[in-house]
C-alpha cells in the first residue's frame, strides 16, 4: 500500500506574496513628468481693448516647420537663445533709468526689499511656432527661455539675499525676486508660417 503524500500548506503562501508586492508598491518611486510649468492669464472680458505693447518691448521668436528660428526678425540659433533672451530682459543697473535704444523700456516699481523704488523691465518675449514645428524644437525653447528667466531670477537674488533664488524660503523674497524679474513670456497660437 502507497504512502499518503503530506500536502504542503499555501494559506500563507499568497499571504506572503500580498505583503511583498505591498512592499515594492510602497518603497519604489514613480517618475511623474511634471510638464511646463506655466500658469495661463484668464481670458480677458469683452469690455477690455487690449493693450498698446511698443515695439520695442517685444522680442519675436518665431520657429518654423524646419526647426529654425528667427530672433527678431534675424535668423538665430538655439544655443543663442537663452543668451539673447537675458540681454533682451536684463534690469541692468536696477537704478538707472538710461538704457539704449535698442533695448526695451523699463518702469519704476517700489520693492522694499530690493532697496525701494527700482526700475524694472517691460520687455515681452513673443513666441510663436509653425504647425510643423518637433516637439523636440518646441521643448527646447521654452527650456531656453526658461533657464534666462531662472538665471536672472538666480542672480538678483545672489545679489540681493546671498543665495539662489530657489534656495528662498521667505515667502516676501521670493515674490520681490518674481515682481522684479517677471515670467514675461507670450505665446502666440500655432499657424502655417512656413507654408506647406
Known amino acids: 500500500m502507497a504512502r499518503p503524500v503530506n500536502e504542503i500548506n499555501a494559506g500563507s503562501m499568497a499571504d506572503i506574496a500580498f505583503l511583498l508586492l505591498i512592499f515594492f ?27 498698446k505693447v511698443n515695439n520695442r518691448n517685444i522680442f519675436k521668436v518665431l520657429v518654423n516647420k524646419n526647426d529654425r528660428l528667427l530672433l527678431n526678425g534675424k535668423p538665430g540659433d538655439i544655443s543663442m537663445l537663452k543668451i539673447m533672451a537675458k540681454e533682451f530682459l536684463q534690469n541692468g543697473d536696477l537704478n538707472n533709468e538710461f538704457r539704449p535704444d535698442d533695448m526695451p523700456e523699463k518702469k519704476e516699481v517700489d520693492i522694499p526689499l530690493l532697496g525701494g523704488k527700482i526700475y524694472i523691465t517691460k520687455g515681452i518675449i513673443s513666441m510663436k511656432n509653425d504647425r ?50 517677471p515670467v514675461a513670456v507670450s505665446e502666440a497660437e500655432p499657424e502655417d508660417i512656413g507654408g506647406h
Open 25 to 51: 508598491l510602497v518603497t519604489t518611486t514613480m517618475d511623474v513628468d511634471t510638464g511646463i510649468t506655466r500658469k495661463l492669464p484668464p481670458p480677458p472680458t469683452e469690455d477690455v481693448e487690449p493693450s
Open 132 to 181: 510643423g514645428t518637433s516637439y523636440n524644437m518646441y521643448i527646447q525653447v521654452q527650456n531656453e527661455l526658461a533657464a534666462a528667466i531662472r538665471e536672472l531670477r538666480d542672480e538678483l537674488s545672489s545679489d540681493f539675499f546671498g543665495m539662489r533664488f530657489k534656495q528662498l524660503t521667505d515667502r516676501d523674497k521670493i515674490k520681490a525676486i518674481q515682481k522684479a524679474v
